[in-house]
T-cell receptor, first 111, second 112 residues
Framework: SQTIHQWPATLVQPVGSPLSLECTVE??????LYWYRQAAGRGLQLLFY??????ISSEVPQNLSASRPQDRQFILSSKKLLLSDSGFYLC??????????FGSGTRLTVV | GEDVEQSLFLSVREGDSSVINCTYT??????LYWYKQEPGAGLQLLTY?????DMKQDQRLTVLLNKKDKHLSLRIADTQTGDSAIYFC????????????FGPGTRLSVLP
């Protein structure tokens, strides 16, 4: 069966520090992968999506970047965090079929 | 562009039915989805409906789709305290339905 792992679950980082959030998928190949951010009390904002290794599409200009070094690995990064980067980050995958499967999320607090 | 709208809050009493509404704009959506997010957790797929259907029932959940009005609803029968969560409506877009547009989410509060 397919599973998605996202870590860490929570993270507190100072302003200006780097960020790396990792997401891996098991049990499928060539998935579409997504990074979403959910600000407190608000909906989901699509940050990046990838349809294959090395292929990244960005939905909004921002302080973050994404990479897909392997078929089932998706990484969200920043060189220098801003206070406004705080939020709940969700990784998801789909195979073009019925719906997305989401990871359990990472709560990032930038202080 | 594509847009999905939902009411932000809904309160119901335990045992009553809940109806969460959603409107969308992309008439070419292939599938429409309902996701549930419990506090501090990721999103869980509850149910989905193919765009050529007008109703789907799954235990306590009933999804109604009015394609003409681009209106989707989720009815939860006999609402329980464990149903308290944020419910997201989503439509799939793109040539292969590979990208989703999510609504802002409806926070359902179930009162004892």
């Amino acid at each position: 069966s397919q599973t998605i792992h996202q870590w860490p679950a929570t993270l507190v980082q100072p302003v200006g520090s780097p960020l790396s959030l990792e997401c891996t998928v098991e049990g499928t190949s060539n998935p579409n992968l997504y990074w979403y951010r959910q600000a407190a009390g608000r909906g989901l904002q699509l940050l990046f999506y990838s349809v294959g290794i090395g292929q990244i599409s960005s939905e909004v200009p921002q302080n973050l970047s994404a990479s897909r070094p392997q078929d089932r690995q998706f990484i969200l990064s920043s060189k220098k965090l801003l206070l406004s980067d705080s939020g709940f980050y969700l990784c998801a995958w789909s195979a073009g079929g019925h719906g997305y499967t989401f990871g359990s999320g990472t709560r990032l607090t930038v202080v | 562009g594509e847009d999905v709208e939902q009411s932000l809050f809904l309160s119901v009493r335990e045992g009553d039915s809940s109806v969460i509404n959603c409107t969308y704009t992309d008439s070419s959506s292939t599938y429409l989805y309902w996701y549930k997010q419990e506090p501090g957790a990721g999103l869980q797929l509850l149910t989905y409906i193919f765009s050529n259907m007008d109703m789907k029932q799954d235990q306590r959940l009933t999804v109604l789709l009015n394609k003409k009005d681009k209106h989707l609803s989720l009815r939860i029968a006999d609402t329980q305290t464990g149903d308290s969560a944020i419910y997201f409506c989503a439509e799939s877009i793109g040539n292969y339905g590979q990208n989703f547009v999510f609504g802002p989410g409806t926070r359902l509060s179930v009162l004892p």
